[in-house]
């Protein structure tokens, strides 16, 4: 078996930044990612009343303790730690749900309206991880993420990692599919019904869209848990975290158009996905500190498969 180097905790990979906000901190963000979020919605046209200020609190808040408890435990550079978020919430929060409602809903009447939102809210994205980095990282030092990457992937062999990273995003689309079926009976009579804006596509719409959006979840979430030096359990809790609230809870409360009827049952479909695919992610693309070697002086390891 090949015998590679093996991947060791110096202390270019301790975490500088790993310190717990404070709640001033924590609170400044919530308020700051409350009024960008009412913003967005005025920008958009959302008439400002009780029901979009409670939807801009609910963002705020939800996503300002996500980000609080994620952020200071990334270990990277600042600068490096500001494009890796941007890049993760404009597909996790953004671009994955947009590209899924081009084909189930009728918000989008074409492919180039749905180009030019991009733009849009990648801005947003941007503004989000700028104040979550400004708010919680207290000190600027941390690895590069091209350091970090070469470490995480000299772990295993290039073939080990070819396998992997296909199979996690190919496995997103029978979670998607089981749950989905699972809760058909109770929502597609709504996908049925004209005017309501939702749409069923057919199943071979489904499948490539549905693979795709597995392979951009990889994409996006694959460098957080390069960075994110945590056992198993933490980095579970950060892909389901991450996929469920700002990649599904919040986009599905917050969108007045959805029929409050099918609210709770997508609510809870979206959170067996998120888990059991999470769950995924870190069976295949995680490498655990505990179980890397620390010294320089131990024998090299043969990688894992």
């Not at 959302?46 to 979009?52: A, G, H, R, S």
């Amino acid at each position: 078996m090949v015998r590679e180097k093996p991947y060791h905790w110096t202390s270019v990979h301790a975490n500088p930044m790993k310190l717990t906000p404070s709640p001033p901190r924590i609170a400044g963000l919530i308020a700051a990612l409350f009024l960008l979020d009412l913003a967005s919605r005025g920008l958009a046209g959302e008439p400002l009343n009780l029901v979009t200020i409670g939807l801009a609190v609910m963002n705020g808040v939800l996503l300002g303790l996500v980000l609080a408890w994620l952020v200071p435990r990334l270990s990277l550079r600042r600068s490096h730690l500001l494009g890796l978020l941007w890049f993760a919430l404009l597909i996790i929060e953004y671009a994955s749900g947009m590209v899924e409602g081009y084909f189930y809903t009728t918000v989008f009447s074409s492919v180039w309206q749905l180009l030019a939102a991009l733009p849009v809210v990648a801005g947003f994205a941007l503004a989000q991880v700028g104040l979550a980095s400004y708010l919680l990282l207290t000190q600027p030092g941390g690895p590069s993420f091209r350091e970090a990457l070469r470490k995480h992937l000299a772990f295993r062999s290039q073939w080990s990692w070819t396998w992997r990273i296909a199979a996690a995003s190919a496995l997103y689309l029978p979670i998607y599919y089981f749950f989905g079926a699972l809760v058909g009976p109770y929502v597609l009579e709504y996908y049925t019904q004209a005017g309501i804006g939702l749409v069923l596509p057919p199943i071979s719409v489904i499948i490539p869209l549905e693979l795709a959006r597995g392979l951009l979840y990889v994409a996006a979430l694959f460098p957080i848990l390069v960075v994110l030096r945590e056992s198993r359990l933490i980095s579970f809790l950060a892909m389901a975290t991450l996929l469920y609230i700002p990649g599904a809870l919040l986009p599905l409360l917050t969108q007045t158009s959805v029929p409050a009827a099918i609210i709770p049952f997508h609510s809870l479909e979206l959170l067996a996905d998120s888990l059991v695919y999470g769950l995924v992610l870190v069976w295949l693309l995680q490498v655990e500190p505990g179980a890397l070697q620390t010294t320089e002086d131990r024998p090299l390891i043969a990688p894992r498969s």
